[in-house]
């Protein structure tokens, strides 16, 4: 962890300010054995191959004897340089101290957490059957609904919400006030037509909103845009949503992180 704190010139020691998770350094004990010099070199020449950094990440899989699968996600630093002396390699084994670093230094799981919600299309307040005569007035549908999440990990998740349409407006916020609407079109159309679906991606380091065919539609965000996180446990999540000539639904799904496996 490192943390971040000030310091005053009348005060002993210093004042808290807050802490932040850094990469995470791995240290892997591997040991090398072959029935000669030749499947010993083979051995060696492929995991140098398989942990070369400019290929991608190495996956490293945690399993306790409840079952559950935790990964976590490294590069390779160092340790593979080559040792012969008499203590690390012999002629038909080596050792090696393997470096890695998990630039995300959370634990993932094999489930992914998702929900969803169904909106009807909105009604007419005069709802006379395509009569004048006799009025009927329409109670409507509440376009504003609160919903329950649930983190079971242990720390903050950051979801990726699909909204499939129609959609004519739409605001989501947390239970901090933190929000993201898509506000209404001028022309007054859909704003997310019929059978287009806008995955919302707040991840860090992706944080975009596009549909099935492509569209960004990062533009069309109200200011101040928020694509906030969901906190470890329950927590509620305010749905205003305005849907357009049918039915629209919301899905919300995303992968817990947990601090150790």
Same mark, same amino acid.
């Given at each position: ?18 802490? %932040? ?15 000669? %010099?030749?499947? !010993? ?11 070369? *950094? #400019?290929?991608?990440?190495? @996956? ?30 012999? &002629?038909? =084994? /080596? #050792? ?8 995300? *230094? =959370?634990?993932?799981? $094999?489930? @992914?957490?998702?929900?969803? =919600?169904? &909106?009807?299309?909105? #009604? ?7 009569? &004048? ?12 609904? @609160? ?10 998740? =950051? ?7 129609? @959609? ?15 506000? *209404?079109?001028?022309?007054?159309? $859909?704003?997310?037509?019929?059978? %287009?679906?806008? !995955? ?6 992706? #944080?975009?909103?596009? $549909? ?6 990062? *533009? ?13 446990? $329950?927590?509620?999540?305010? /749905?205003?949503? !305005? ?19």
């Amino acid at each position: 962890m490192e943390l971040h704190s000030d310091d005053s010139p009348n005060l002993d020691g210093g004042m808290f300010r807050g802490a %932040r998770a850094t990469q995470r350094e791995i240290m892997l004990p591997v040991f090398l054995h072959g029935v000669d %010099r030749r499947s !010993v070199r083979n051995l060696k020449r492929q995991l140098i191959n398989s942990l070369n *950094p #400019k290929r991608g990440y190495c @996956v490293l899989k945690f399993v306790e004897s409840n079952g559950h699968p935790r990964y976590l996600y490294c590069y390779y630093k160092s340790g593979l340089e080559g040792s012969e002396a008499t203590d690390q390699a012999g &002629f038909t =084994w /080596v #050792k090696y101290g393997i470096q890695l670093t998990a630039f995300d *230094p =959370w634990f993932y799981s $094999d489930e @992914v957490t998702a929900a969803s =919600w169904a &909106f009807e299309a909105a #009604k007419p307040f005069f709802n006379n059957g395509g009569t &004048f005569l006799p009025p009927s007035l329409s109670e409507g549908l509440p376009s504003e609904t @609160v919903v329950s999440v649930t983190n079971p990990g242990d720390i903050e998740a =950051w979801p990726t919400w699909e909204i499939t349409g129609p @959609v004519k407006q739409l605001t989501l916020t947390n239970e901090f006030g933190e929000s993201f609407t898509i506000g *209404p079109l001028t022309s007054g159309a $859909d704003v997310i037509p019929t059978g %287009r679906t806008l !995955v919302v991606d707040s991840r860090p380091g992706y #944080k975009t909103l596009k $549909d099935d065919l492509g569209t960004n539609y990062y *533009p069309l965000l109200a200011p101040n845009p928020v694509l906030w996180n969901i906190p470890p446990g $329950d927590s509620l999540i305010d /749905v205003d949503l !305005v849907a357009g000539s049918g039915p629209a639904s919301i899905s919300i799904s995303f992968n817990p992180r947990y601090e150790s496996y």
